[in-house]
């Protein structure tokens, strides 16, 4: 590769970078030889760069970006916040859970451009390292990861759901959805928190800290 | 993901143009369509936000029933006070469905449109897929079909329609309201989704430039006796091998109207006449709820991996007609 030469040298970060995007670009060759056109071939259009704003915990950020680029992409390359993390991309792992108004989505389903002027918060927003969130906190208490790279997800899911719950929204686990919604039950814990996956299974500690912050929020 | 255009729609008007050109396609809260793109299996050369459009309201019909705006998100309509209410099998199956991450994002039409979890269709690594590539085969006949039809399958596809919610919106006789160039449509749930027949690229009878801009549900009195049972590999965030959406408006033990549907075995949502109708009129018992399940059942037929479905089918809906009718 002609960007070898490049990289020598540089970062760990750069390199897999790099690496990512050469595979990347493999894996678009051989879709795009694969994939049929449906009828008449529509030509794929040039690259069109845009400025798109984001305001990203609390801070504004003017990004040059092509409408391709998700949210997950825009906020780890171009804003440079790698706390929220790639896992499967494809929206089942939930490992880069952020907060669009508040409500936890999954950044590498939705496309950068689709936010221009929401309020994304990220794990970063949520607490520093000398001022934890109560979250944070609970998960280092509980010992609620292992590896931690699934954790800034889980977090960020973890606090959006007890707002859900405080805001009388219902889950699968809710025995009654025509009734106010009870405390929050391991049971219910465990299915609100379903879309973010532990790959190390720290899941009865994570469980544990979740709680831990329910409890005290109902105080 | 290759290379396109994004283009924010702000009326309808403007994005039933847009939307009808070709290349564009629209996008809601991009779950689906997002993955899709990344897998290489959806190309749009342009993608038409609606999302932004003013079709989120969730609001009482004259005369009763309830308008569900087409942008109106799944956790929100999950949650509104009034289909909890009056509608609450339809709050089990979007639970049901999905994480709380996927449910904020995703839209009441994207959901109407979700493609097939088939993986022979998501894997462009596979030849064989009239879903994907018309005229080129289904490797699914022939292959891993654990979790493919059971009824209305055609020797050109046996894939399923993935979403709880449309097994809902059929078994409540939802109606979809679209708007095109020529005006608005009505389909009615029933007909919105297809089978795929010889044409199983096709999954409903939505036009090229028409855009859902609603789903209505008529007043009915299922509220008391309703249940969504769903059955899958996991407890949670999984696709369903066999769902099944009953509501029951019951009268001194006696049915007076039934709705009943079934998900993850057929191209559409499954619905028989004939087994709603051997339930009405007559007490909930295990003899009217075995025939309701054989007319429902009727000509299914297994693939190699999947004939579990049928007794799984058979159980499930005695157990969420049971629990509706508050018989357990």
């Known amino acids: 590769m002609d960007?070898?030469?490049?990289?020598?040298?540089?970062?760990?970060r750069t390199v897999l970078q790099s690496a990512s995007g050469s595979a990347a670009?493999?894996?678009?060759?051989?879709?795009a030889q694969q994939s049929e056109p449906a009828t008449a071939p529509v030509p794929v259009p040039s690259a069109t760069v845009r400025t798109v704003a984001l305001r990203i915990n609390g801070r504004?950020?003017?990004?040059?970006?092509?409408?391709?680029?998700?949210?997950?992409?825009?906020?780890?390359?171009?804003?440079?916040?790698?706390?929220?993390?790639k896992g499967c991309d494809r929206g089942q792992c939930g490992a880069c859970t952020v907060l669009a108004n508040g409500r936890r989505i999954n950044a590498c389903l939705t496309l950068a451009v689709m936010h221009e002027g929401a309020d994304i918060t990220t794990i970063e927003g949520l607490g520093t390292p000398q001022a934890l969130h109560p979250m944070q906190?609970?998960?280092?208490?509980?010992?609620?990861?292992?590896?931690?790279?699934?954790t800034p997800g889980q977090i960020c899911s973890a606090v959006a759901m007890l707002g859900e719950h405080r805001n009388g929204h219902a889950s699968a686990a809710s025995p009654d959805l025509r009734a106010p919604m009870a405390a929050l039950s391991d049971e219910e814990i465990r299915e609100r928190m379903s879309g973010n996956l532990?790959?190390?299974?720290?899941?009865?500690?994570?469980v544990a800290a979740v709680r831990s912050v329910a409890a005290k929020s109902r105080t | 993901m290759i290379n396109l255009d994004y283009q924010r729609a702000t009326t309808v008007a403007d994005a039933i143009r847009l939307g009808a050109e070709p290349g564009s396609a629209f996008i809601g809260g991009g779950t689906n369509l997002i993955d899709l793109m990344k897998g290489g299996v959806a190309n749009p050369r342009r993608l038409v936000d609606v999302s932004s459009l003013p079709l989120s309201a969730i609001a009482p019909l004259p005369g009763g029933g309830l308008r569900i705006g087409a942008m109106a998100r799944n956790t929100d309509v999950a949650n509104d006070r009034l289909v909890r209410e009056r509608y609450p099998l339809l709050s089990q199956a979007l639970l049901a469905g999905a994480s709380a991450q996927l449910r904020n994002m995703a839209t009441v039409g994207g959901n109407l449109m979700q493609r097939t979890r088939c993986y022979y269709f998501y894997d462009t690594a596979f030849d064989a897929c009239n879903k994907r590539r018309p005229g080129s085969g289904c490797a699914a006949r022939n292959g891993h079909n654990r979790i493919h039809a059971v009824l209305g399958a055609s020797e050109q596809c046996v894939a399923t329609q993935p979403s709880?919610?449309?097994?809902?919106?059929?078994?409540l006789r939802a109606t979809v309201v679209v708007q095109g160039r020529s005006g608005e449509r009505r389909?009615?749930?029933?007909?919105?989704?297809?089978?795929?027949g010889d044409s199983p690229q096709v999954d409903t009878t939505l036009g090229a430039d028409e855009l859902i801009v609603a789903v209505d549900?008529?007043?009915?009195?299922f509220a008391l006796h309703s249940h969504y049972l769903k059955i899958r590999d996991r407890a949670s965030y999984a696709f369903a091998l066999v769902s099944v959406a009953a509501a029951l408006e019951m009268r001194d033990g006696v049915v007076q109207d039934a709705g009943l549907a079934l998900g993850g075995v057929a191209h559409k949502p499954w619905r028989v006449a004939a087994a709603e109708q051997a339930l009405i009129g007559k007490p909930l018992g295990p003899e009217t709820i075995a025939a309701a399940s054989r007319w429902v059942l009727q000509g299914a037929r297994p693939l190699e991996h999947n004939a579990f479905k049928i007794p799984l089918a058979d159980q499930a809906i005695a157990r969420a007609l049971r629990t509706a009718g508050g018989l357990t």
């Open chain 1, 198 to 206: 532990c790959r190390c299974g720290a899941y009865t500690n994570i």
């Open chain 1, 137 to 150: 906190q609970a998960f280092i208490e509980n010992d609620a990861f292992q590896c931690g790279y699934c």
């Open chain 1, 3 to 12: 960007d070898r030469h490049e990289i020598t040298g540089i970062s760990r």
């Open chain 1, 25 to 31: 670009l493999c894996a678009a060759g051989v879709s």
């Open chain 2, 164 to 171: 709880d919610m449309n097994v809902a919106l059929a078994a």
């Open chain 1, 60 to 85: 504004g950020y003017s990004l040059k970006l092509e409408p391709r680029v998700t949210l997950l992409d825009a906020i780890r390359e171009q804003a440079g916040l790698y706390g929220t993390k």
């Open chain 2, 217 to 221: 549900l008529p007043a009915n009195a």
């Open chain 2, 187 to 196: 389909i009615p749930m029933q007909d919105f989704h297809r089978l795929p």
